[in-house]
């Protein structure tokens, strides 16, 4: 390769690693759920969806079959290969790889999140063929919010558990449906109620969820002991999600990536350049 071709190549590289704002976000190993340790199906659960492993690896980008396609804030995943279901009484323990941390890197400061199978329901009218009449879009409401009551706690070792105050922690199955196209490690703005999606089309939703792709997003400083006194929990393995009235499904958990600052993209790769013409330089002396 001549040193110009070279300089070319790396100049075409750069271009392709920075992402906007000059934030990247540092790569986790296996950022789902590795392994069930407990499942209780609970009361009310139909028996094909009492298979805990489908809560296990990535949530859904994609529904399988006839009737499938991408999932999206429209299109919730709803096969028994997706989704485990939890009813009242019902209990889930999933193990990570990787550890949940308490990072202030994270995002508002969320370390996972709990993907479902709630919707943004499109309130557009229908026309005589069953279409909808002009593009789709919410009302803000969504398919399954208020379905169960869920309480999420973590933990260290499997033995010892610490409850999410349930003040502050998002019940499940309700915002924010899942965006198989989003990343799954950034987490929605938790701000975001759900009329702030009202009128919104798909391409609407997606501007507020900002690249994320959805989930219920958790906070390990929400813990608390059996007494309701906040515990210090810097880091965790086991995440354990219960139903106290209701019903409902699970399709994976994620851990959230810390934002990680690095130089301005053009800054850094000018100046590369800028050492490479200077090197370009010190050979032409020598000649
Ligand atoms: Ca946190």
Redesign the pocket.
């Known amino acids: 390769m001549k040193f110009h071709q070279f300089v070319v190549s790396v100049i075409a590289a750069s271009t392709v690693l920075p992402l906007p704002g000059g934030v990247a976000r540092a790569q986790t190993p296996n950022p789902y759920a590795a392994a069930v340790t407990a499942y209780t199906a609970g009361t009310g659960v139909a028996a094909k969806y009492t298979n805990p492993n489908a809560a296990l690896g990535e949530p859904s980008r994609v529904t399988p079959g006839d009737f499938g396609g991408p999932v999206d804030p429209f299109s919730a995943p709803y096969l028994d290969s997706q989704l485990v279901g939890l009813g009242v009484g019902g209990s889930l323990t999933l193990r990570f790889d990787s550890p949940i ?4 890197a ?1 995002p508002y ?3 996972f999140q709990v993907f479902g199978s709630s919707f943004f329901v499109v309130t557009n009218g229908l026309d005589a063929n069953f279409n909808y009449i002009g593009t789709p879009a919410t009302d803000g409401s969504v398919f399954g919010d208020g379905a169960a009551q869920t309480r999420v706690s973590v933990s260290a070792d499997g033995v010892t558990f610490f409850t999410l105050n349930p003040a502050l922690a998002p019940q499940i199955k309700a915002l924010f449906p899942t965006d198989g196209a989003g990343d799954f490690g950034a987490p929605v703005n938790p701000a975001l109620k759900s009329a702030d999606f009202a009128g919104l089309t798909l391409a609407g939703v997606r501007a507020l969820y900002s690249s994320s792709g959805g989930g219920a997003g958790f ?3 929400w813990a608390q002991d059996s007494g309701g006194h906040a515990v210090s929990v810097d880091q965790a393995a086991f995440v354990r999600i219960d139903v106290l009235q209701g019903k409902t499904e699970i399709d994976g958990v994620s851990l959230v990536r810390p934002y990680t600052a690095v130089p301005e993209p053009g800054a850094w790769a000018l100046a590369f350049i800028g050492g490479l013409l200077v090197m370009a330089g010190h050979r032409s002396d020598r000649r």
């Open positions: 941390r308490n990072d202030p994270h400061g969320l370390d906070d390990l400083a």
